[in-house]
């Protein structure tokens, strides 16, 4: 199961390349052939990159939504909204598309987060002031989120 570690600093150029971490690029072999797939975060103002295959998966539980249903339409409109495909250069680097550059608020700090089975690429900045916690009581999410999860497991 792919599951990506680690947060990594780069420098965006002035096209928007941006190059892939080696730390990265060890955790998936055979899978930087097939591409990625850039979109617009959901609930923040960054980007997430998917490998091809984890898209794929991605999509086919998409698929499987009621296209005559007008809340799914909209929700798969607006979740497909500025996707790109994205492929590696010799060099090692990736471009990001200017659209979603300006979307995201990318400067030349950037960081890719890794979240699982993709990566966020945030700013800098704005990835500094989102794991922040002073301004959230973490432990407090922590148990309303996982809290339940653990004892489910014991019973």
């Not at 599951?3 to 941006?18: M, T």
Request: net charge negative; hydrophobic share 45%; with cysteine.
């Amino acid at each position: 199961m792919l599951n990506f570690i680690g947060v990594h600093e780069c420098k965006a150029d002035d096209k928007g390349r941006i190059m892939f971490p080696s730390a990265l690029r060890k955790q998936m072999p055979g899978i930087m052939d097939q591409g990625f797939v850039v979109k617009r975060s959901v609930f923040d103002r960054c980007l997430e990159l998917f490998p091809m295959s984890e898209w794929n998966k991605e999509m086919a539980r998409i698929d499987k939504l009621n296209r005559f249903v007008k809340k799914n339409i909209e929700f798969i409109r607006k979740f497909t909204a500025g996707v790109k495909t994205l492929e590696l250069d010799a060099s090692g680097r990736f471009l990001i598309p200017k659209d979603l550059m300006n979307y995201a608020q990318l400067q030349k700090e950037v960081v890719l987060a890794a979240m699982g089975t993709r990566i966020e690429i945030w700013d800098k900045e704005k990835y500094e002031a989102a794991v922040d916690d002073s301004n959230d009581d973490f432990g407090a999410l922590a148990e309303e989120v996982m809290g339940g999860i653990l004892s489910e497991e014991t019973t």
